[in-house]
């Protein structure tokens, strides 16, 4: 049966990097049934939500979902904004965030003396607790003694079973090495936690090694020596600036996939690249594509087609190594439905 796709554009460049990916699965031949989802912050002003009420019972019953970008500040505000997508993580215990990172052959690496691959990790961030809990609240609001309480909220099972992750992920790469993020020298609850936790589970693990870094010599060695990570494995609030770092090292924010993931396939899965709706470059074509399409392209290959999952990432390859048809943000005048028909030429 073909797979259930929800298409969800949302703001900003949202939709005309979602067209891409869709008309890239449609080349490459992929089973899906396409349901479009419009829904963005044009809802706010007609139903002050940017989501109708019962948006997670409408998606349900897909296999996955294909989301553009959410967020325009002119519509809505960004925290209204994003509630889909963090109630859609949430919701469907989507509680595994998966960033790969890879320095592809042809594209212009930030730091000094980087070969292509010698950037080569995956970053998994935990997707459901931690620091982006809505735990906590505003008090005695417009007085000199306001206060605001956010509870980051970490459990053993949350925390377990996102690092077990890690670690069977670690053995199905080369260097089978993972890298725990922690600050347990100053967050001395959650944080504490956590090492404990990865230290057990590590135990199960005797063919990974694997290794602990405080947060903020991690974002030093991204920039300072990325080629010693692997996988890395960290809390919600961590993974998601690590994360833009590693987008930026890897050549931009253009080419950071991601998906977000129940293992279990009980909910969909949710794939989406991370580089926001970009609300200043919206509409005017220029919008670099390539981080959709291979959203798409982990999105086919979880859902189990894998043969056509390695045709997109092979074509995205072979774009980026001959590098001649590029978005201006690699330098270039391209537009971004010509990024999508040069991919499309090479499946």
């Not at 869709?22 to 049934?33: F, I, T």
């Not at 392209?297 to 894998?306: K, Q, T």
Request: hydrophobic share 40%; net charge neutral; proline share 5%.
């Amino acid at each position: 049966m073909p797979y259930k796709i929800a298409l969800y554009p949302g703001d900003g460049i949202g939709p005309e990097v979602i067209t891409e990916a869709k008309k890239v699965l449609e080349a490459v031949g992929a089973d899906c049934n396409f349901t479009h989802i419009d829904w963005n912050t044009t809802l706010y002003a007609k139903i002050g939500k940017c989501a109708p009420d019962d948006y997670l019972d409408k998606l349900k019953n897909f296999d996955a979902i294909l989301l553009g970008a959410l967020g325009n500040s002119h519509n809505a505000p960004d925290h209204i904004a994003v509630q889909p997508l963090l109630g859609m993580r949430r919701g469907f215990d989507q509680y595994v965030n998966l960033r790969p990172a890879v320095l592809y052959e042809g594209v212009e690496c930030p730091l000094k003396n980087k070969k292509p691959y010698d950037i080569d990790m995956i970053v998994i961030r935990e997707n459901t607790e931690g620091e982006y809990t809505p735990l906590g609240g505003r008090h005695y609001i417009g007085t000199p003694y306001e206060a605001a309480i956010q509870v980051n909220y970490f459990t053993r099972m949350g925390t377990e079973r996102i690092i077990r992750y890690a670690f069977e992920t670690a053995r199905t790469r080369n260097r089978k090495h993972v890298t725990s993020i922690t600050k347990s020298n100053a967050l001395i609850h959650s944080m504490v936690l956590w090492d404990e936790v990865c230290r057990e589970v590590a135990k199960d693990y005797p063919d990974v090694t694997w290794s602990s870094m405080l947060v903020d010599a991690a974002a030093m060695n991204f920039v300072r020596q990325p080629e010693i990570f692997d996988v890395v494995v960290c809390s919600n609030l961590f993974g998601d600036i690590l994360t833009d770092l590693a987008a930026v090292i890897i050549g931009g924010m253009g080419f950071a996939a991601s998906a977000n993931l129940k293992p279990s396939k009980k909910y969909p899965s949710m794939f989406e690249p991370i580089h926001g709706s970009a609300p200043d470059i919206a509409g005017k074509g220029i919008a670099n594509p390539l981080a959709a399409i291979m959203s798409a392209a982990m999105m086919l290959e979880f859902l189990g087609d894998e043969k056509n999952a390695m045709r997109i990432k092979h074509a995205v390859q072979s774009h980026l190594k001959e590098s001649k048809v590029k978005t201006p943000d690699r330098g270039g005048t391209a537009r971004t439905w010509e990024i999508g028909d040069d991919i499309v030429k090479r499946l």
